[in-house]
T-cell receptor
C-alpha cells in the first residue's frame, strides 16, 4: 500500500470556524509533511514531523496547528483563518533513517480549502 | 538547498520523447537531483532521482552532466497522461528532508 489518504477532499469554512484536516498512511513512514499550494504556484512546505515530533515549522502562523497523534496519522487544525489561506493543502510521508532509501515523498491528493 | 531553473512550459507530440532540462549550477557535492510531477488537481508524484550517474526506471531516465550543473529528464514515449507540471529539485538526503519546489515546467503532450 503506497497510498496517502486525506480527508476531506473539499472544505469550506468561515473565518470564525474551527476545522481539522486529516492525513493517514500505512507505509511505515516516520516522516510526515504538510504543504500549502496556491493556484498556479508550486507547493510550499509548512511543517515536518519526524518520529511523531515536530522537526520543522516554516514560520507558519499559529492559526495553523499541526498534530501527529501516532506514526500513521497527521492532523492540521485550523482556527480563525483568513480568505488568503484558501489553497490546496497537501500531506506527504517518507522514510527516515533507512540506508539506501531514496527518501522520496509520497503525496496525498490534497484538501481544497476555501475560507469565506 | 540549491536553486534550480527550468523552462516554464514545453510541448511534446504524443509518442515522441519528452526531454525536460534543469539547470542547477550551484549544486553541492552531497546534493541529489530529484524529479517530481504534478498532474492537474493531484498531489505531486515522485519520478526519479540521482547523484551523478545516469538513472533509469520504469517511468523515465535521468541524465546528469559530468559537472552536475544540469540534468535532463527523459520520458521516452510521452502519452497524453504525461501532461503535468514537472519539478526538478536538488536536495541533501537528510533524515527528514524538506522539498523546495521551484516553478517547474508545464509539459503539454499533444495528439
Amino acid at each position: 500500500d503506497t497510498e496517502v489518504t486525506q480527508t476531506p477532499k473539499h472544505l469550506v469554512m468561515g473565518m470564525t470556524n474551527k476545522k481539522s484536516l486529516k492525513c493517514e498512511q500505512h507505509m511505515g513512514h516516520r516522516a510526515m509533511y504538510w504543504y500549502k499550494q496556491k493556484a498556479k504556484k508550486p507547493p510550499e512546505l509548512m511543517f515536518v514531523y519526524s518520529y511523531e515530533k515536530l522537526s520543522i515549522n516554516e514560520s507558519v502562523p499559529s492559526r495553523f496547528s499541526p498534530e501527529c497523534p501516532n506514526s500513521s496519522l497527521l492532523n492540521l487544525h485550523l482556527h480563525a483563518l483568513q480568505p488568503e489561506d484558501s489553497a490546496l493543502y497537501l500531506c506527504a510521508s517518507s522514510q527516515v533513517n533507512r540506508p539506501k532509501s531514496s527518501y522520496e515523498q509520497y503525496f496525498g491528493p490534497g484538501t481544497r480549502l476555501t475560507v469565506t | 538547498d540549491a536553486k534550480t531553473t527550468q523552462p516554464p512550459s514545453m510541448d511534446c507530440a504524443e509518442g515522441r520523447a519528452a526531454n525536460l532540462p534543469c539547470n542547477h549550477s550551484t549544486i553541492s557535492g552531497n546534493e541529489y537531483v530529484y524529479w517530481y510531477r504534478q498532474i492537474h488537481s493531484q498531489g505531486p508524484q515522485y519520478i526519479i532521482h540521482g547523484l551523478k550517474n545516469n538513472e533509469t526506471n520504469e517511468m523515465a531516465s535521468l541524465i546528469i552532466t559530468e559537472d552536475r550543473k544540469s540534468s535532463t529528464l527523459i520520458l521516452p514515449h510521452a502519452t497524453l497522461r504525461d501532461t503535468a507540471v514537472y519539478y526538478c529539485i536538488v536536495r541533501v538526503l537528510l533524515l527528514s528532508g524538506k522539498l523546495i519546489f521551484g516553478q517547474g515546467t508545464e509539459l503539454s503532450v499533444k495528439p
